[in-house]
């Protein structure tokens, strides 16, 4: 076997790979240890979850299992109440037109009665005015003629009885 090439370089090939092969056998050797490490905080872990999380999984389950038909009856009587009340204040709305209705006529009727009695009294007034003031004031004027009358003929002064009578004088 003699090819050319040296002993020695057999040897240092040789070794160079022995090495290669005890490096490589120390880094999976510290591989299988990192992996061991960790395998045993993943069963830590998953142990703490077991323990913990697993139960409160089960009581929300429980929990969500028995208020489930509880929360779906509350959603249906909340349903019904809005039902309820949409109908009611369809029902209120109407009501409140109506009686809206009825109190604008009932104003009308009060307005047109009101304005009925103040045309009376004022046709009134303007009666009692023309039926008692004005034969009133011909009576004064009747009057302060006789007066002007019996004055003359008791020979008084014109210009003193002027003056008694004041606005009067006709």
Known sequence: MNNGIPP?????F???????????????????????AAMARLDEVTKEMKENALPALATARHLLEEV???LKVA????????HTLRHESTH?????DELMKKAEVQVDRVNEMVTGTL????????TVQRAVVTPMRQVGAVLSG??????????????SHAGNDGDHFV
């Open 14 to 36: 040789t070794a160079a790979t022995a090495f290669g092969v005890v490096m490589q056998a120390a880094v999976l050797l510290g591989m299988l240890f990192a992996i061991k």
């Open 92 to 96: 209120v709305s109407g009501a409140v």
């Open 75 to 82: 959603a249906q009587n909340v349903l019904d109440v809005s």
């Open 8 to 12: 020695w370089a057999y040897f240092l």
């Open 119 to 126: 045309d009376s009294i004022a046709y009134a007034t303007s």
């Open 146 to 159: 006789l007066r002007a009358g019996l004055d003359v003929l008791r020979s008084r002064d014109r210009n």
């Open 68 to 70: 489930s038909p509880k």
